[in-house]
């Protein structure tokens, strides 16, 4: 957050750069500039919001993240890369033991130890969670595979999950589809994908649900919202109507940041950054709210 001396850093080494390399770096360089613009912005306005660890029954020394909640915050969904991982293995990219799914219930207004729910929901590859219906009765996760990764659905039935279905090529494709949330009735998910015919990088599309329970073609959503840059973790609030995502683009004050838009008489509303400190010069993704939007 050393934003004032950063500024003066890039614009120096800006000026010591020959037109060609220029060319190659120039519009990034610029980019970081506007990011820390933007912090300085950001954290001279800093929102009312109280940041609470919810603590060592809940996080540990390995990744925590992908927190999802279900409407009466009675049960909390998450991912994490702990070595007791299913099936013990490591990703040969980054090393790190693979994603699993861990579940905590509250009682007496306390999370209690996460539950490892074994097959179907965690096998010996990544598993993670992306999103939960509104009833708490359909989970979204995502599956690594060589292409990168797809969607599927479970459905809770009595206290077992089915069987991860994945979703139809409306959604999946050879590509990354990477996060999804499911609108209050289940008719529309928005998710994100890296597949060709976008803005750049990662993008944000919408599928409607047809009549037999399969998704529809996928629609992108606008250059309003989607950026030449990666969108990711996108969310659909219980109003059915406020989207929170993440990008890089925008008005980001650092890697990503995460934005809310409301879809109001036919229109996105232009992203609003959520402000500091729930956003950093860090990476801030994967953002839920619970129904009341107090936690």
Same mark, same amino acid.
């Given at each position: 957050?050393?934003?004032?001396?950063?500024?003066?850093?890039?614009?120096?080494?800006?000026?010591?750069?020959?037109?060609?390399?220029?060319?190659?770096?120039?519009?990034?360089?610029?980019?970081?500039?506007?990011?820390?613009?933007?912090?300085?912005?950001?954290?001279?306005?800093?929102?009312?919001?109280?940041?609470?660890?919810?603590?060592?029954?809940?996080?540990?020394?390995?990744?925590?993240?992908?927190?999802?909640?279900? +409407?009466?915050?009675?049960?909390?969904?998450?991912?994490?890369?702990?070595?007791?991982?299913?099936?013990?293995?490591?990703?040969?990219?980054?090393?790190?033991?693979?994603?699993?799914?861990?579940?905590?219930?509250?009682?007496?207004?306390?999370?209690?130890?996460?539950?490892?729910?074994?097959?179907?929901?965690?096998?010996?590859?990544?598993?993670?969670?992306?999103?939960?219906? +509104?009833?708490?009765?359909?989970?979204?996760?995502?599956?690594?595979?060589?292409?990168?990764?797809?969607?599927?659905?479970?459905?809770?039935?009595?206290?077992?999950?089915?069987?991860?279905?994945?979703?139809?090529?409306?959604?999946?494709?050879?590509?990354?589809?990477?996060?999804?949330?499911?609108?209050?009735?289940?008719?529309?998910?928005?998710?994100?994908?890296?597949?060709?015919?976008?803005?750049?990088?990662?993008?944000i599309y919408v599928a409607e649900r047809g009549?037999?329970?399969?998704?529809?073609? +996928?629609?992108?959503?606008?250059?309003?919202?989607?950026?030449?840059?990666?969108?990711?973790?996108?969310?659909?609030?219980?109003?059915?109507?406020?989207?929170?995502?993440?990008?890089?683009?925008?008005?980001?004050?650092?890697?990503?940041?995460?934005?809310?838009?409301?879809?109001?008489?036919?229109?996105?509303?232009?992203?609003?950054?959520?402000?500091?400190?729930?956003?950093?010069?860090?990476?801030?993704?994967?953002?839920?709210?619970?129904?009341?939007?107090?936690?």
């Amino acid at each position: 957050h050393n934003f004032e001396t950063a500024i003066k850093k890039y614009r120096e080494y800006k000026n010591t750069l020959t037109p060609d390399v220029m060319a190659q770096q120039g519009k990034m360089i610029d980019k970081y500039i506007y990011e820390c613009q933007s912090g300085i912005e950001l954290m001279s306005n800093p929102v009312r919001v109280l940041i609470n660890n919810v603590g060592s029954v809940i996080n540990t020394k390995y990744p925590e993240y992908s927190a999802i909640i279900n +409407a009466d915050e009675s049960m909390m969904i998450f991912t994490s890369r702990r070595n007791n991982t299913t099936g013990g293995k490591r990703d040969p990219g980054d090393q790190k033991f693979f994603e699993d799914i861990y579940i905590s219930y509250r009682q007496k207004g306390e999370w209690q130890t996460p539950i490892q729910p074994e097959k179907p929901l965690n096998r010996n590859t990544t598993d993670a969670t992306v999103g939960l219906s +509104a009833d708490g009765q359909k989970l979204l996760i995502y599956i690594g595979n060589e292409g990168g990764g797809d969607i599927f659905e479970c459905e809770q039935k009595g206290n077992q999950w089915s069987k991860p279905h994945k979703l139809n090529k409306n959604v999946n494709t050879k590509y990354h589809e990477s996060s999804a949330s499911l609108t209050p009735d289940g008719k529309k998910l928005y998710f994100v994908s890296d597949k060709p015919g976008g803005f750049g990088g990662h993008d944000i599309y919408v599928a409607e649900r047809g009549s037999n329970n399969e998704f529809l073609p +996928a629609t992108i959503l606008p250059s309003t919202i989607n950026t030449q840059y990666d969108e990711e973790g996108v969310f659909m609030h219980a109003d059915g109507k406020t989207l929170y995502f993440s990008s890089r683009g925008h008005n980001s004050m650092g890697g990503y940041d995460i934005f809310k838009t409301v879809y109001e008489n036919g229109i996105w509303s232009t992203p609003e950054n959520i402000g500091y400190p729930i956003n950093t010069a860090d990476d801030d993704v994967f953002f839920s709210l619970s129904a009341n939007r107090r936690s």
